[in-house]
């Protein structure tokens, strides 16, 4: 419908009517739009329904293009009469009805604005929404027609006011405006906030007052500009901050004691320190940093040539990185020059540079230091390695730092196997207890060391005693550190202490007077029943008040026979005689002497023991037997002392006649099996000779008795030692008829004479163990193997055609014989195995932890063939040996010693026999 005029305007006219028409109204208008916020008058304009006015969005619209610049009035004027200038000062005339193409047009552009147009009425209530109104503010045209434009993009806190300013507005037509446009807070539809420019006009519309207005997104403008002048500020920022990062660097770089230099991609000094033109220029004679590496020779620590493309700027130079590379810089008139730790840098692209930096310290003094401390630690750990006790480094909670050798030697672990221990799991579980209360102590600052002396469990097993002195070494401040102990192996002489209370106890109870005498023949010593037998206290017979009377005959013959004794135990181990003796109440006696060598580490007589046995009643029973035949053989039978009547008819010399009870137990066979035997069967083999001569000498009327000692075998493998008096009964015509000997029991007695004549643990002539030791081990050794249940061995050795050649080229080619024969014995064995020399020709190895029996018989055999190779003696004969060995293996019922060996014994003779029987085939 046509616009109504508003209230106390004019009535509309048609084009041409009035005076001057819309034309003035139109161009007030344009005019009050150009100065944002003019009214212009909707009366007499024509509509865009060409009812001859313009309609609210024709007004709207040539507000719009005035606001934006744009020249329009053309279009409004396009068609209309030409009127005289004689009106243009008159009233305004009707509105003239304008060609519809222009309104069109206007809508056209409204609708194809980039910016979004909104007019609202009076009540605040949205007219007009374009789509730029729309693409803005996610609101279609329909949505937001009719809407109150507080709802739709006025923020929350704001709508208050400018529901305020709407009411203001439309009560009072109050319509002042700002000038230009505004930047004001919006927001969409979804709730995201943004910012527009918004240019607002007012017209009066329909008896009313509309606003307009043209917004303009400016969300991404803005952000532009804050970024802009967030960019500015930190540029400022970063530029006082360069400023002063330079500074700093300057100072820094000049406070540090570390040399820098920076170079450039062509090696031209850029930069460098005050530390580093003191090491480079230290006479401060160049002030070009490029010349003060050309008085240098470039070396490495060890002096040899340092290329140039290998130091550490060349490498930074070539883009490597560097860290602490030594080098030697030495100018012609120094001696030793400069050492330098040098670490370089490449400087990459990315910083705007190309080129290397290095850094470098002066370790001149440090290098020399270190040599110093090295060649100090060295010599340290040499004599600490090189020690002959043990010595050990200790944490505070007591595991092995650092041990040497000898401790390692004492102990038998190796120095990985002691890292994973402490002291307190290889000690003695019995010494334990005690040294952790001094240790205790120790820790807590009490004692500053102690000593004891303990046990320690040796890696084999067994148990090692040591003298321990334990010191805790602390620092300069008093803080303890580690603690340090020295061990002396004192297991031989703990054990030669138990040995000698042992025999000591043996000596006290042993019934045969045992006397013990110095190189000159002083006495040392006697047992009490030396006192017993001679009837004289034990403490005159030490204070030497009965020697006189102890000796017997004529001074001449008792010096004789002294000198005779000492003569030949200058050669041999012992000597056997009768000594006469005065008791003290006055009776003469004879006592049957053993007297046993003792020689010290240079095989010099350094003392002898004698072991006597008064012989008087026994010679007083033989001179009674041969009195009393009848009594004899009453006797026979029920003799403790084993009896035996051997033939001596030619042809059945020692065959076995007749035997007491006695000398069945002590052969262990009975009579029936001994009645059709010879002497010569139960004899040991090295005995038969001596019995042969024996017999001889009687049978010829040499001698009328023989009294010695041998060796019987025993049924069950083992020998017996006897001392045997035998005398000839002859016929009526004076041949020999048979022998009746008396076989008593020696084997204690020799036992504890050999017992006593072992006191060193080492065979003198060739260096191996003895008997003691052998003894010893093999009881440990027995004990072992019943609680690991793992086999032992023991190889019984004897020599095969070793008597010819001792007796062919002397005891000195003998005595080489078996030094070579032990150190063959002992090269054959593992190092396990403990190699003994019984004496004579006679070897024991013991063998622990087999693995099986055959490791034994492979040891036997290596040990067949070492000593069976030919020897060269010192007088250039060739000589060869053999050997006999036999083998006794531990099983789980072995729990003593003695049978193992025994095993050993009768095995060898069993080996023994063999070979001659074959050597006779």
Same mark, same amino acid.
């Given at each position: 419908?046509?616009?109504?005029?508003?209230?106390?305007?004019?009535?509309?006219?048609?084009?041409?009517? =009035?005076? &001057? %028409?819309?034309?003035? !109204?139109?161009?007030?208008? *344009? /005019?009050?739009? @150009?100065?944002? $916020? +003019?009214? #212009?008058?909707?009366?007499?304009?024509?509509?865009?329904? =060409?009812? &001859? %006015?313009?309609?609210? !969005?024709?007004?709207?619209? *040539? /507000?719009?293009? @005035?606001?934006? $610049? +744009?020249? #329009?009035?053309?279009?409004?004027?396009?068609?209309?009469?030409?009127?005289?200038?004689?009106?243009?000062?008159?009233?305004?005339?009707?509105?003239?009805?304008?060609?519809?193409?222009?309104?069109?047009?206007?809508?056209?552009?409204?609708?194809?604005?980039?910016?979004?147009?909104?007019?609202?009425?009076?009540?605040?209530?949205?007219?007009?929404?374009?789509?730029?109104?729309?693409?803005?503010?996610?609101?279609?045209?329909?949505?937001?027609?009719?809407?109150?434009?507080?709802?739709?993009?006025?923020?929350?806190?704001?709508?208050?006011?400018?529901?305020?300013?709407?009411?203001?507005?439309?009560?009072?037509?109050?319509?002042?405006?700002?000038?230009?446009?505004?930047?004001?807070?919006?927001?969409?539809?979804?709730?995201?906030?943004?910012?527009?420019?918004?240019?607002?006009?007012?017209?009066?519309?329909?008896?009313?007052?509309?606003?307009?207005?043209?917004?303009?997104?400016?969300?991404?403008?803005?952000?532009?500009?804050?970024?802009?002048?967030?960019?500015?500020?930190?540029?400022?920022?970063?530029?006082?901050?360069?400023?002063?990062?330079?500074?700093?660097?300057?100072?820094?770089?000049?406070?540090?004691?570390?040399?820098?230099?920076?170079?450039?991609?062509?090696?031209?000094?850029?930069?460098?320190?005050?530390?580093?033109?003191?090491?480079?220029?230290?006479?401060?004679?160049?002030?070009?940093?490029?010349?003060?590496?050309?008085?240098?020779?470039?070396?490495?620590?060890?002096?040899?040539?340092?290329?140039?493309?290998?130091?550490?700027?060349?490498?930074?130079?070539?883009?490597?990185?560097?860290?602490?590379?030594?080098?030697?810089?030495?100018?012609?008139?120094?001696?030793?020059?400069?050492?330098?730790?040098?670490?370089?840098?490449?400087?990459?692209?990315?910083?705007?540079?190309?080129?290397?930096?290095?850094?470098?310290?002066?370790?001149?003094?440090?290098?020399?230091?270190?040599?110093?401390?090295?060649?100090?630690?060295?010599?340290?750990?040499?004599?600490?390695?090189?020690?002959?006790?043990?010595?050990?480094?200790?944490?505070?909670?007591?595991?092995?730092?650092?041990?040497?050798?000898?401790?390692?030697?004492?102990?038998?672990?190796?120095?990985?196997?002691?890292?994973?221990?402490?002291?307190?799991?290889?000690?003695?579980?019995?010494?334990?207890?005690?040294?952790?209360?001094?240790?205790?102590?120790?820790?807590?600052?009490?004692?500053?060391?102690?000593?004891?002396?303990?046990?320690?469990?040796?890696?084999?097993?067994?148990?090692?005693?040591?003298?321990?002195?334990?010191?805790?070494?602390?620092?300069?401040?008093?803080?303890?550190?580690?603690?340090?102990?020295?061990?002396?192996?004192?297991?031989?002489?703990?054990?030669?202490?138990?040995?000698?209370?042992?025999?000591?106890?043996?000596?006290?109870?042993?019934?045969?007077?045992?006397?013990?005498?110095?190189?000159?023949?002083?006495?040392?010593?006697?047992?009490?029943?030396?006192?017993?037998?001679?009837?004289?206290?034990?403490?005159?017979?030490?204070?030497?008040?009965?020697?006189?009377?102890?000796?017997?005959?004529?001074?001449?013959?008792?010096?004789?026979?002294?000198?005779?004794?000492?003569?030949?135990?200058?050669?041999?181990?012992?000597?056997?005689?009768?000594?006469?003796?005065?008791?003290?109440?006055?009776?003469?006696?004879?006592?049957?002497?053993?007297?046993?060598?003792?020689?010290?580490?240079?095989?010099?007589?350094?003392?002898?023991?004698?072991?006597?046995?008064?012989?008087?009643?026994?010679?007083?029973?033989?001179?009674?037997?041969?009195?009393?035949?009848?009594?004899?053989?009453?006797?026979?039978?029920?003799?403790?002392?084993?009896?035996?009547?051997?033939?001596?008819?030619?042809?059945?010399?020692?065959?076995?006649?007749?035997?007491?009870?006695?000398?069945?137990?002590?052969?262990?066979?009975?009579?029936?099996?001994?009645?059709?035997?010879?002497?010569?069967?139960?004899?040991?083999?090295?005995?038969?000779?001596?019995?042969?001569?024996?017999v001889e000498r009687l049978t010829q009327g040499e001698d009328s008795s023989a009294t010695y000692e041998k060796r019987y075998r025993h049924a069950a493998g083992h020998v017996v030692w006897v001392e045997v008096n035998t005398a000839m009964v002859a016929r009526a015509d004076g041949t020999p008829h048979y022998a009746v000997t008396q076989a008593d029991d020696i084997t204690a007695r020799r036992a504890e004479s050999e017992r006593l004549a072992a006191l060193a643990l080492r065979d003198p002539l060739t260096g191996l163990g003895n008997r003691v030791l052998l003894e010893d081990r093999l009881k440990l050794a027995v004990h072992r193997a019943s609680r690991s249940m793992r086999p032992l061995a023991v190889l019984f050795?004897?020599?095969?055609?070793?008597?010819?050649?001792?007796?062919?080229?002397?005891?000195?080619?003998?005595?080489?014989?078996?030094?070579?024969?032990?150190?063959?014995?002992?090269?054959?064995?593992?190092?396990?195995?403990?190699?003994?020399?019984?004496?004579?020709?006679?070897?024991?190895?013991?063998?622990?932890?087999?693995?099986a029996p055959s490791v034994a018989e492979a040891i036997a055999e290596r040990i067949r063939a070492t000593v069976g190779v030919p020897h060269t003696i010192a007088s250039g004969e060739e000589v060869r040996v053999g050997v006999s060995i036999g083998i006794g293996i531990s099983d789980r019922c072995t729990v003593d010693p003695a049978e193992i060996l025994a095993r050993a014994d009768a095995h060898m003779y069993e080996v023994k026999a063999i070979s001659k029987v074959a050597g006779r085939r």
């Open positions: 419908m046509p616009d109504e005029p508003m209230p106390g305007t004019q009535p509309a006219c048609t084009p041409g009517s =009035g005076p &001057g %028409g819309a034309r003035p !109204l139109l161009l007030a208008a *344009l /005019a009050g739009a @150009a100065a944002v $916020g +003019v009214a #212009v008058a909707a009366t007499g304009l024509p509509g865009a329904d =060409g009812s &001859g %006015g313009l309609g609210p !969005l024709a007004v709207l619209l *040539l /507000a719009y293009l @005035a606001l934006a $610049g +744009v020249v #329009v009035r053309h279009l409004l004027l396009a068609g209309r009469p030409t009127e005289a200038p004689a009106h243009r000062a008159e009233a305004p005339a009707a509105p003239v009805a304008q060609p519809r193409p222009g309104g069109d047009l206007l809508a056209a552009m409204l609708t194809a604005s980039p910016d979004a147009f909104i007019a609202t009425d009076s009540a605040g209530l949205v007219t007009h929404w374009n789509p730029a109104a729309e693409r803005m503010f996610g609101w279609s045209g329909a949505e937001a027609t009719g809407r109150e434009l507080a709802e739709l993009i006025i923020p929350a806190e704001l709508r208050a006011s400018h529901r305020e300013g709407i009411a203001r507005f439309a009560a009072t037509g109050e319509r002042a405006l700002p000038s230009s446009a505004m930047e004001l807070p919006a927001v969409h539809r979804d709730g995201h906030r943004l910012t527009v420019e918004m240019a607002l006009g007012t017209l009066a519309v329909e008896g009313g007052w509309w606003c307009h207005a043209f917004v303009r997104d400016i969300s991404h403008r803005r952000e532009h500009q804050r970024t802009l002048e967030h960019l500015n500020t930190v540029l400022r920022s970063a530029e006082a901050e360069a400023r002063q990062q330079s500074a700093l660097m300057s100072a820094v770089m000049n406070s540090i004691s570390d040399g820098v230099v920076v170079i450039d991609e062509n090696g031209d000094p850029l930069l460098h320190n005050e530390a580093a033109k003191a090491v480079l220029d230290p006479d401060d004679t160049c002030d070009d940093p490029a010349q003060w590496l050309s008085s240098y020779r470039i070396l490495r620590p060890d002096r040899s040539r340092f290329p140039m493309r290998e130091t550490p700027l060349a490498r930074a130079l070539a883009g490597e990185s560097t860290d602490d590379v030594e080098v030697l810089l030495q100018r012609p008139d120094q001696e030793h020059g400069t050492v330098l730790s040098v670490s370089g840098r490449p400087l990459g692209a990315g910083a705007g540079l190309h080129g290397a930096v290095a850094v470098f310290s002066d370790i001149t003094d440090r290098k020399r230091s270190q040599g110093q401390l090295e060649q100090a630690e060295t010599r340290w750990r040499l004599t600490l390695d090189h020690a002959p006790t043990g010595i050990v480094l200790a944490t505070l909670d007591g595991r092995f730092l650092h041990t040497n050798e000898a401790l390692r030697r004492i102990l038998g672990y190796g120095e990985a196997d002691l890292r994973t221990r402490t002291w307190r799991d290889i000690t003695h579980p019995q010494d334990l207890a005690g040294e952790l209360v001094l240790a205790k102590r120790l820790l807590a600052g009490e004692i500053d060391d102690y000593a004891l002396e303990k046990r320690y469990l040796h890696a084999a097993g067994y148990v090692v005693w040591v003298d321990s002195s334990v010191a805790m070494v602390r620092d300069e401040n008093g803080e303890a550190l580690h603690i340090v102990m020295h061990l002396q192996d004192i297991t031989r002489q703990r054990y030669v202490e138990e040995q000698l209370r042992s025999q000591a106890a043996v000596f006290d109870v042993i019934h045969d007077a045992v006397l013990i005498n110095d190189a000159d023949g002083t006495l040392v010593d006697c047992n009490p029943a030396m006192a017993a037998m001679t009837g004289y206290p034990q403490e005159v017979l030490l204070l030497g008040r009965a020697d006189a009377s102890l000796d017997l005959g004529d001074p001449a013959a008792q010096e004789a026979r002294r000198r005779a004794a000492q003569e030949h135990l200058v050669a041999h181990p012992s000597w056997h005689g009768d000594v006469p003796f005065l008791h003290a109440d006055g009776s003469t006696h004879i006592a049957e002497c053993v007297t046993v060598a003792v020689r010290d580490h240079t095989g010099r007589l350094d003392r002898t023991i004698s072991v006597l046995r008064d012989a008087t009643a026994a010679r007083e029973a033989a001179e009674e037997l041969r009195q009393a035949e009848e009594r004899f053989r009453h006797a026979f039978d029920r003799s403790p002392v084993g009896m035996v009547l051997t033939d001596l008819t030619p042809g059945d010399e020692g065959r076995i006649l007749r035997v007491n009870d006695a000398y069945c137990s002590l052969l262990g066979r009975s009579a029936a099996d001994l009645l059709t035997m010879r002497e010569q069967d139960l004899t040991h083999p090295e005995d038969v000779e001596n019995d042969r001569a024996a050795c004897d020599l095969n055609g070793f008597k010819p050649i001792n007796d062919t080229y002397g005891h000195a080619a003998g005595d080489e014989l078996l030094k070579v024969v032990g150190g063959r014995i002992r090269e054959s064995v593992r190092p396990a195995d403990t190699v003994c020399r019984l004496g004579g020709d006679e070897f024991v190895i013991l063998c622990e932890d087999l693995d």
